[in-house]
C-alpha cells in the first residue's frame, strides 16, 4: 500500500513559496505504515488535475489532494477529480446550510459563489471542516482504493487529517510503523559528513539514511520499519549511537530546534551574555539569535558596522588596519570582536567581515571570503571561511558558522 499527495495551486509554483502540507501528511502516514511514493505540486488546471490524478491512481493505493476547493474560480479541485473519476456532482443541502450558517454567525450573508462548496461526488464521504467553509472528501475508488480531497490551509487540513481521514487508514497499512530520527550536523560540509559515515550506514538495511544539505548545515535522516513504533525507535537509535561516536559534537541536535536554540539554551544555561559585530550579514546573526523566545536573558546589543567608518567609531578598529590589510581580513575581524566585548561588556563577542558577492570580489579576496572572529575572556580566535553560493547563501553559511563558533566555544 502506497499514497501519492497532489499539492494544487498555481501559487505554490512561485519561487519562494514553500509547500508544507505533503510534508506534515507523510509524516501522519508513517505512523500508519502507509509509504509515501509520490508528491507534486500541480498548477490550477482541470485537465492537469484531472490527468495527474488518473496517473497517481494506476501506482498508488490513496491519493491526496489539496488545495483547490475554495468558491473562487481557479478553485478546480472538486470538479477536476470527479470528471477524473467519471462521478456526477450534486448539491448537498446539509452542506449548503452548514455554510450558510457559518457566514450568518459573522454577520455575512453567504455569498452564492459559496455554494460550490456543497458539490458533492456520488459515493464520496464528506469530512467536515470545524475551521473554515470548504469540507473535504473521502472518495472510494474502485476495490480498495480511495481519493480525498483536503483543503489547502494548514489549520484546516491537519484537523480534519486527524479526525476524520486517520480513523480511515487502518485497512490501507501495511502492518508497518515508520519511525523518524533526525541528526543535524554544523561545521561539517556534506560530502565531509558522507565520507566519515558512509560504512557505518551502508551496511544497514533498517533504518534507511538520507542526507540532506542546507547552507551551512548537514541533516542525517533515519528511517526504520518496524511492527511497532517501540522496535522502529529501536532501530534507529542503534545506528544514531554509532554515527555519533563517528561524529561527536558535530551533532548540534536530535530535535526540531535549529542552532540557535542550541546556542541559546547553552547560553542560558551557564549565565554568560554575548554580543555580537555584523558586516557583511547585516543584522542576520542578531536576527537569528533574537528569533528564539527568552533571548534577554543572554542578548542585550549588537553592531551592524557595515562601513569601515563604522567599524571604527563604533568597535574602535584602528582606521591604519583598513589601509595596511583591508577590511576583509583576520586583523579586522579580531579587532570587531574584541571592540564589541569592551563596548557591550558581555561575556562572548562573535564578529563577520567578508564578501557576500556577487561584486566586491578579486583573485586575491574572492566572493565568498569570510573571516569570523570570537572574543571571550581567554582572548580572540579567528577562522577564515570561503563559502559558496550566491549573496543569501553566503550570508547564512557565515550566520551559520559564527552561532557553531559560539555553540563549540560554549560546550568548551
Known amino acids: 500500500m502506497t499514497a501519492a499527495i497532489l499539492a494544487v495551486g498555481d501559487e505554490l509554483l512561485a519561487p519562494g513559496r514553500v509547500e508544507s502540507n505533503s510534508v506534515f501528511l507523510t509524516a ?43 468558491p473562487t474560480s481557479d478553485d478546480l479541485t472538486r470538479e477536476a477529480v470527479s470528471s477524473a473519476l467519471g462521478l456526477e456532482l450534486s448539491l448537498d443541502e446539509t452542506i449548503l446550510d452548514g455554510i450558510r450558517a457559518r457566514f450568518e454567525r459573522r454577520g455575512i450573508t453567504m455569498p452564492e459563489v459559496n455554494r460550490c462548496q456543497a458539490m458533492v461526488p456520488k459515493e464520496a464521504t464528506v469530512l467536515p471542516n470545524r475551521r473554515g467553509t470548504a469540507p473535504g472528501l473521502w472518495i472510494p475508488v474502485g476495490s480498495g482504493q480511495a481519493v480525498v480531497l483536503l483543503p489547502g490551509p494548514p489549520l484546516e487540513l491537519e484537523p480534519m487529517f486527524r479526525d476524520h481521514v486517520a480513523p480511515r487508514l487502518n485497512p490501507f497499512s501495511s502492518g508497518m510503523v515508520y519511525e523518524v530520527k533526525k541528526l543535524k550536523v554544523a561545521g561539517l560540509a556534506e560530502s565531509s559528513v558522507e565520507q566519515k559515515i558512509a560504512s557505518r550506514y551502508r551496511s544497514v538495511a533498517n533504518p534507511s539514511t538520507t542526507i ?48 540557535e536554540d542550541v546556542v541559546g539554551s547553552l547560553l542560558a544555561s551557564s549565565g554568560q551574555r554575548i554580543t555580537v559585530a555584523e558586516s557583511l550579514t547585516g543584522g542576520l546573526i542578531a536576527e537569528r539569535i533574537t528569533d528564539v523566545s527568552g533571548s534577554s536573558r543572554y542578548f542585550d546589543e549588537s553592531f551592524v558596522t557595515y562601513s569601515n567608518e563604522a567599524k571604527s567609531e563604533l568597535l574602535g578598529v584602528p582606521k591604519e588596519l583598513f589601509e595596511r590589510v583591508g577590511a576583509v581580513s583576520e586583523e579586522v575581524a579580531s579587532a570587531m570582536a574584541t571592540g564589541a566585548r569592551e563596548r557591550s561588556g ?39 571561511f570561503q563559502f559558496p553560493g550566491a549573496r543569501r547563501q553566503v550570508k547564512r553559511w557565515t550566520s551559520q558558522a559564527a552561532l557553531n563558533m559560539v555553540r563549540l566555544e560554549l560546550l568548551r
Open 28 to 70: 501522519q502516514l508513517a505512523r500508519y505504515g502507509i509509504p509515501v511514493g509520490f508528491r507534486a505540486v500541480v498548477r490550477d488546471d482541470a485537465q492537469v488535475i484531472a490527468f495527474s490524478t488518473e496517473s497517481a491512481l494506476k501506482r498508488n493505493d490513496l491519493v491526496f489532494l489539496t488545495g483547490g476547493l475554495g
Open 212 to 259: 540532506l544539505a542546507s547552507a551551512g548545515q548537514v541533516e542525517i535522516r533515519l528511517t526504520a520499519t518496524g511492527e511497532t513504533s517501540e522496535a522502529a525507535n529501536a532501530k534507529n537509535e542503534t545506528l544514531a549511537s554509532s554515527l555519533r561516536e563517528i561524529l561527536g559534537d558535530a551533532i548540534f541536535t536530535e530535535n526540531e530546534e535549529e542552532l
Open 346 to 384: 558581555a561575556d562572548i563577542a562573535v564578529a563577520v567581515t567578508g564578501i557576500a558577492g556577487p561584486t566586491g570580489g578579486s583573485d586575491r579576496k574572492p566572493v565568498g571570503l569570510v573571516y569570523i572572529a570570537l572574543a571571550t575572556e581567554s582572548g580572540v580566535q579567528v577562522e577564515r
